[in-house]
């Protein structure tokens, strides 16, 4: 099955904090190279997605890779149709402000390759890449604890009001 619709919107957060693909309305089955539904979301469809022919597991290992983009970035990454007609650049995820190495951030651009022949072919190969850059990332140091200060002392209850006189009787 190829989802075809892979973007931010179609995944859901659940309060265990797995993610959820929804929302598989443009999925088909696919024999040979016939489709009948084109779904197209700009940003998030490759070009191959802009024809009726041509969906396959590579339409969705684009989706997922521009859903990281966005999701890293903040940004909807440039359209694939006008990255290919215009000749407008894709921006890179460091240059918006991701924190990657230059290895997850060659598997993610490659994910996000125009042409489908220059993509990771399955979402495994595009999986199994972003796990081999992650393992070469560092890990994060882990900055020495903070010391807390002591706890200061409750201040010394003050009077509310200055005592009073005590009433004469004479």
Known sequence: VIHRDIAPDNIVL?????MKLIDFGA????????????V????????EQYYSKGACAGTDVYALAATIYYCITGKVPTDSAEREGENKPLLSPTSLGADLTPEQEVALTKALEVHLKNRFQSVQAFLTALKSASAAKPAPSNPPPVKKAPPKPD????????????????
């Not at 010394?156 to 200055?162: E, G, M, R, V, Y």
């Open 40 to 47: 197209v979301k700009k940003g998030f469809a490759p070009l």
């Open 27 to 38: 999925a088909r089955s696919f024999v040979g190279d016939k489709s009948m539904t084109v």
């Open 14 to 18: 659940l309060p265990d904090g797995q």
């Open 155 to 170: 201040p010394a209850p003050q009077p509310s009001a200055p005592p009073r006189p005590a009433p004469s009787y004479t």
